[in-house]
């Protein structure tokens, strides 16, 4: 990789060379992003200059850390209404103990994939699965919400009835990677789309229904949803099942990035507040939604030009600030937003560049992982990509710029996943934490996984370890565990509550024994009363009869 000041000798040389032409007057613009835009255009832009605007302190990062840790206290607290950071209640009560048994379903929404899952467990034997991938259409991402479920429930009927499960009534656990109001561990009113889903009719309504309504409609098979999750509430479950019970923070950085971690339930105010079942659990895995964090303008000092540039052109702009700062879904277009202003100023590809580059959303966020996955010295992968954008007599220093731009947008995207999750874990403060991590970002850069280790060390207190696990699959695997824990603690409740029963019967056999002993001992005392009386009374009417015959 080339170095920075190889690159700063490398672009100075490139502008000594570039004469500077007259820019013609334009009309002042009339909304402040077509300002911004103006901006970009007019000033010097140069690869030290994207640079600076991308690294962050740690300084800095700490102070989100901060602002991040506040909002969490907020949101457990009061919700939404005082915090960017939900921290809603999943009602899922503990984590795996493998005591687990039976066949469970998983149905697992996130992003533009569907994921149906049977899982068989039995204790002590390792874990059989079955599923089915299909990505969701576009006509049903974007349409109406009733077309989205009744999407979602042909899926699982016809797996089910593929495998001859129809009439099972199998318990299912439905993986909902989108933001929720969660008030019971089957109860969940949809606060808002995220990654690009715009289904009409969806927010505000309950999720559990809509699904449960869509299997009605298709009408043929019969299920038993006994759980709604957020994917990172899944992985953090998944990834406590390989490890023996034990899992700290589950962590998504895919499409979107999001966090689940084990809260005490006095803490859960809000929450369990709004809970529409009783909750007599002492702790609960915690849906974050970290994503949010930024959406009240209390992360600023973190976002760049090119970050507000994409926000302002997003489905939803002002909202999942964070989301779009660290995870996949605009990480690709900040690149080419990048690309493009440095073409525009000669610093790249002679300033010629291509439309594709031009236009937006053309450059995806797995050209990022593309490009740094090249051989030094080779760049197939670059190469390929720029004949796909349509990019011709790009030089040798063009393909290491390129790279490099790469490096430093996503190096940013680790350093703030780190500070997010160092953040959690000085909450959590637990000897050997374990870190599970799922999504397609974290999993296919080939760097990401290091660099965000490396910051986390840098952050987190003094005194404290960690170590961060990937886990596969973990968002479907989840699902069906959830079912099968929810499962597992129906059966120990009845248990608890026939032992209970038992007791009781038990306890109120001793009391009435108790009381016919006493009964029977006041009768036997009664007895000996009446006896010792009916004597006395004899011995006093003797008496009196002897006494009387020595009288006559």
């Known amino acids: 990789m080339l170095g920075i000041i190889e690159l700063g000798i490398q672009y100075r040389t490139w ?14 613009p009339s909304t402040p992003l077509a300002k911004m835009a103006k901006q970009l255009n007019e000033e010097s832009i140069s690869l030290e200059s994207v640079m600076a605007e991308f690294k962050l302190s740690n300084t800095t990062l700490r102070r989100m850390m901060s602002h991040m840790s506040d909002n969490m206290d907020r949101g457990l607290e009061s919700g939404l209404e005082r915090s960017t950071i939900a921290m809603l209640p999943s009602f899922v009560p503990e984590l795996p103990n493998g005591k687990e048994r039976g066949k469970f379903v998983a149905m697992d929404l996130g992003g533009t994939n569907l994921r149906v899952m049977l899982m068989e467990l039995e204790p002590g034997e390792p874990m059989r699965t079955k599923q089915f991938n299909t990505r969701m259409p576009n006509a049903a991402m974007h349409g109406t919400g009733e077309k989205l479920f009744d999407y979602i429930a042909k899926a699982l009927c016809d797996f089910l009835i593929e495998r001859e499960l129809a009439e099972e009534c199998l318990p299912v656990g439905f993986t909902f990677s989108y933001p929720c109001d969660q008030t019971g ?7 808002r789309w995220t990654k690009g889903v ?42 406590a099942y390989e490890a023996g ?57 973190i976002f760049t030009r090119y970050d507000k540039i994409v926000d302002s052109k997003s489905d939803h702009p002002g909202v999942n ?64 990509i720029m004949d796909e954008l349509g990019i011709e007599g790009a030089t040798f220093s063009d393909m290491l710029l ?70 596969g699959d973990g968002s479907g695997r989840g699902a069906a565990l959830i079912a099968a824990i929810v499962s597992r603690v129906k059966r120990e409740e009845e248990k608890r509550l026939r032992d209970l029963e ?37 011995q006093i009417e003797r008496g009196a009869e002897e006494s009387h015959q020595r009288f006559e």
């Open 15 to 28: 502008r000594s060379k570039a004469a500077k032409g007259k820019k013609s007057p334009r009309s002042a």
């Open 185 to 191: 561990l089957r109860s969940a009113t949809l606060l």
């Open 198 to 239: 715009t289904a009409t009719g969806c927010v505000g309504e309950d999720v559990v229904q809509l699904l449960e309504d869509a299997i009605k409609r298709d009408g043929r098979v019969k299920v038993n949803i006994v759980a709604l999750i957020n994917d990172t509430v899944g992985t953090m479950v998944a990834a």
């Open 245 to 301: 019970g034990h899992c700290d923070i589950g962590v998504i950085i895919g499409t979107g990035t999001n966090a689940s971690y084990m809260e005490s339930s006095k803490k859960i105010v809000h929450g369990l507040a709004n809970a529409t079942e009783e909750y007599n659990h002492k702790t609960m895995i915690i849906d974050t939604e970290w994503g949010g964090f930024g959406d009240n303008g209390e992360a600023d000092y």
């Open 321 to 384: 600030s964070l989301d779009k700062l660290i995870a996949g879904m605009c990480m690709g277009e900040l690149v080419r937003l990048v690309l493009e202003r440095l073409c525009e100023n000669k610093v790249l590809f002679n300033g010629i560049g291509s439309k594709m580059l031009r236009t937006r959303n053309t450059f995806p966020t797995k050209y990022i992982s593309e490009i740094l996955h090249d051989d030094c010295g080779v760049y197939s992968n670059t190469r390929q």
């Open 402 to 471: 390129l790279r490099e731009v790469c490096v430093v947008v996503s190096r940013r995207s680790a350093n703030l996943a780190a500070a997010a999750i160092a953040c959690v874990l000085n909450r959590v403060r637990r000897p050997n934490m374990l870190v599970a991590i799922d999504g397609s970002t974290y999993k296919y850069h080939p760097f990401f996984n290091h660099w965000v280790c490396e910051k986390i060390r840098e952050l987190l207190d003094p005194g404290l370890d960690f170590k961060i696990v990937q886990t």
């Open 502 to 538: 038992i007791q009781r019967q038990k306890a109120a056999e001793a009391e009435e024994k108790r009381l016919l002993e006493i009964e029977a001992e006041k009768e036997e005392a009664e007895e000996r009363a009446r006896k010792i009386s009916e004597m006395m009374r004899y």
